[in-house]
């Protein structure tokens, strides 16, 4: 990358000094600036092909500058490294368009591995409109805050914490993720943190050379190794105990691991996402979560509501789970599925409609099939109605999930393509509904 140049815009002469050195191994061209005015005279004279800049400047607000550097250049990559750890900073700069957030003080690896990949990826950006997120189905407006999140989280490089209940699909949101990230070509490593046994966390998590340790017979490659190049999601991140927090900050702050027995660390370029069933806020009250531990995982953080509070998305997530089954749902069995209360949330009503398909082959799915044990419902005000039989209930069912078709039909200006991908289902599927419930594509609204 010696043909590669690089802005730096840092007012501390000795920080950005000791960025410049750092960039200077593969980069050439490497200027400094120490304020935003001259950062845009020098932007002027040539555009370069990364830029790191710090938030705190002397004569205007970092954001602000981020803003006017990627209205006028949003091709050319912008890490922000800033000694401030303040989350709302985090969020507000990716919305803006940068690349990355590094917290100082930053190890040069860490640096040189992080300018290495924005200038890499920057040639060849990823149309995320194109690629969609089929796997996250539904409509109500959690869903579609959550694929914003999802976008917003795929275009930068900023660590993501997942939080909701057990089923809700916080490992499809990670995969998701990582799939329309820059890291897409590299490995995705999931790891269910509560299958780590403590006395083996640096062996699993760090590697270790063989005879390191009694039964160490052979080399093996650690997580952290493993996911080099990629994205390490962290499930169940609330079974990991504070001395291991305290070894997994380190890699988070300096990038570099040393395997059991290994007198070198190596580097390692991970892009983290983390998920727990349970509250951050409470865990870090009863000292079970290390605060800034999670403050280096909560980049982002993208929330799953429970299946419950999104009833809504209940037709469309039965009617996907179907796939090309071409039986339907019988009155009774639509009841039941909108009095459930789901607590195994998505996974469960995956289960359950899979399990009815295979004994409803040549039928339409019955309650029985279903095998619901019966539950008080808690239904959304807007979504509670009047239920005077099985028959209504069926039929307002099917209201709303023709209403909710109809609705991103016209969101689409009637591109069943584009409707298709925002209902999280495929083309085939939605013009066999649009037959099915008699819509005109493009006059939606007859």
């Not at 969101?411 to 005109?440: C, H, M, P, W, Y």
């Amino acid at each position: 990358m010696r043909d590669r140049s690089i802005l730096i815009v840092e007012d501390d002469p000795c920080a950005a000094q000791f960025m410049a050195l750092a960039m200077k191994e593969e980069f050439d061209g490497v200027r400094t600036a120490p304020n935003g005015t001259e950062a845009l005279l020098a932007m002027e004279s040539r555009v370069p092909d990364l830029i790191f800049m710090d938030l705190g400047l002397p004569d205007m607000d970092g954001l602000e500058l981020l803003t006017m550097l990627k209205q006028r250049w949003p091709e050319v990559p912008v890490i922000l490294v800033t000694a401030a750890d303040d989350v709302a900073s985090v969020v507000e700069s990716v919305q803006r368009g940068a690349t990355n957030y590094l917290v100082k003080p930053v190890a040069p690896a860490v640096l040189l591995a992080s300018a290495r990949k924005a200038v890499s990826t920057a040639a060849a950006p990823r149309s995320h409109a194109e690629s969609g997120i089929p796997e996250i189905v539904g409509m109500s407006r959690a869903v579609v805050q959550v694929r914003h999140l999802i976008f917003l989280a795929a275009r930068s490089d900023v660590n993501v914490l997942i939080t909701g209940a057990t089923g809700t699909g916080k490992e499809l949101v990670a995969r998701a993720v990582h799939r329309l990230s820059s890291l897409s070509t590299g490995p995705f490593v999931a790891h269910n943190c509560s299958l780590t046994p403590p006395d083996l966390f640096e062996s699993q998590f760090f590697g270790h050379h063989r005879g390191s340790f009694t039964g160490a017979d052979r080399d093996h490659v650690g997580l952290l190794e493993k996911s080099h190049g990629g994205t390490l999601l962290l499930d169940e991140l609330e079974c990991l105990s504070l001395p291991h927090q305290a070894k997994l900050l380190r890699v988070l702050d300096d990038g570099e691991v040393r395997p059991v027995g290994s007198s070198e660390s190596r580097t390692v370029l991970v892009r983290f996402l983390a998920a727990t069933n349970r509250d951050p806020q409470k865990m870090m009250g009863q000292g079970s979560l290390r605060e800034d531990l999670y403050y280096r995982l909560r980049g982002l953080e993208i929330s799953l509501p429970p299946l419950r509070e999104r009833r809504g998305d209940v037709p469309l997530l039965a009617s996907h789970f179907l796939g090309d089954h071409e039986g339907a749902f019988t009155p009774e069995a639509l009841v039941a599925l909108q009095d459930y209360s789901w607590p195994g949330n998505v996974r469960e009503l995956r289960n359950v409609v899979r399990r009815a398909r295979s004994l409803a082959v040549d039928r339409p799915i019955s309650g029985r099939d279903l095998a619901l044990r019966p539950a008080p419902a808690v239904i959304p005000d807007d979504l509670a109605r009047p239920m005077g039989s099985p028959i209504a209930a069926g039929q307002a069912l099917k209201e709303a999930e023709r209403s909710t078709i109809v609705q991103a039909l016209r969101d689409a200006g009637g591109r069943q393509t584009e409707a298709a991908r925002t209902l999280g289902i495929d083309r085939s599927t939605l013009r066999r509904k649009v037959r099915r419930f008699g819509i005109n594509p493009s006059r939606p609204d007859r």
